[in-house]
């Protein structure tokens, strides 16, 4: 008798064929037809129709009487209420946020935006040099690399409204405080996957900061790793940090419901180093 080795993993093909339904369904804005789920699933009707009798006795569907059409019942709202009731965000981030701060001996946070500024949801401080970050403190977006990343997803609109409100306040001498110089700098942001901040908030404090996405593709959050610019050379970045970060993010964002798609991928890093 043949048995398999604990590392393999056996896939149940019930299961992923199971759900490919349940997420074509949630993605029409109408019941949907049994050939034409069918086609989409690219499944025979047979299987298909076996799959919608199973979600149908568990209360997860309906079939309009009509049409004879099939859609989801809110009942799959449940299940994203216990998730939201008992793996919060921090419940996910917070032994990610502790192996980097002990792995990096550096400050490691969580930020969420939060009325158009930075609020910082969970903090582990560097002992060796501390800063101003504490749980529940807010920041400004523009002068933050957790901000500019958060920021990032604005739309032009919402960037100028973001200006006009809040307006770019000068913290120190290398804060971005024109506007077509903060649209450069999302651009940038946009493109290499990550932010920096560079003595913009804090003299003496430096920053890396990448998205948290969550199922939509939306940046749900912002983890930053941050010290004194003697711990955040270019080079330690580049060999060290930003690695470490950017695994941790993408665990995150997958635990989020965030897939990639295959052209997704950061694989360089341009760090700038000193003011801009």
């Not at 590392?7 to 490919?20: A, D, F, G, M």
């Not at 997420?23 to 086609?39: G, I, N, S, W, Y």
């Not at 965030?258 to 997704?264: H, I, Q, V």
């Not at 950061?266 to 180093?273: L, N, V």
Request: glycine share 6%; net charge negative; aromatic share 6%.
């Amino acid at each position: 008798m043949n048995v398999s080795k604990p590392t393999e993993r056996q896939t149940n093909q019930s299961s992923i064929k199971l759900l490919q339904i349940m997420e074509c369904l949630a993605e029409q804005r109408t019941p949907m037809r049994v050939q034409d789920l069918a086609k989409k699933v690219n499944m025979t009707q047979a299987t298909v129709l076996r799959y919608l009798y199973a979600l149908q006795d568990a209360k997860y569907i309906y079939q309009d009487t009509e049409t004879s059409r099939y859609a989801l019942t809110w009942r799959v709202c449940r299940l994203s209420e216990n998730l939201n009731s008992f793996l919060s965000l921090r419940n996910i981030t917070t032994p990610f946020i502790n192996s980097l701060a002990n792995t990096l001996s550096l400050g490691v946070c969580l930020v969420v935006n939060q009325n158009d500024e930075c609020m910082y949801l969970d903090c582990i401080d560097n002992p060796n040099s501390p800063t101003l970050q504490r749980i529940g403190k807010k920041a400004p977006l523009h002068a933050t690399g957790s901000g500019k990343v958060l920021l990032s997803q604005y739309t032009d609109l919402q960037l100028k409204e973001y200006m006009e409100n809040k307006g770019l306040t000068k913290y120190t001498e290398h804060t971005i405080i024109e506007p077509d110089i903060l649209r450069e700098e999302l651009t940038k942001v946009r493109q290499q996957g990550f932010g920096m901040d560079e003595q913009e908030c804090e003299l003496g404090l430096r920053c890396i900061s990448m998205p948290l996405r969550d199922y939509s593709g939306n940046i749900a959050a912002a983890m930053s790793v941050f010290g004194r610019l003697d711990d955040m050379c270019d080079q330690r970045i580049h060999a060290e940090i930003y690695p470490a970060l950017k695994e941790a993010a993408a665990t995150i964002s997958s635990r989020l419901g965030f897939a990639p798609d295959d052209g997704e991928s950061q694989d360089q890093i341009k760090t700038t180093g000193g003011a801009k």
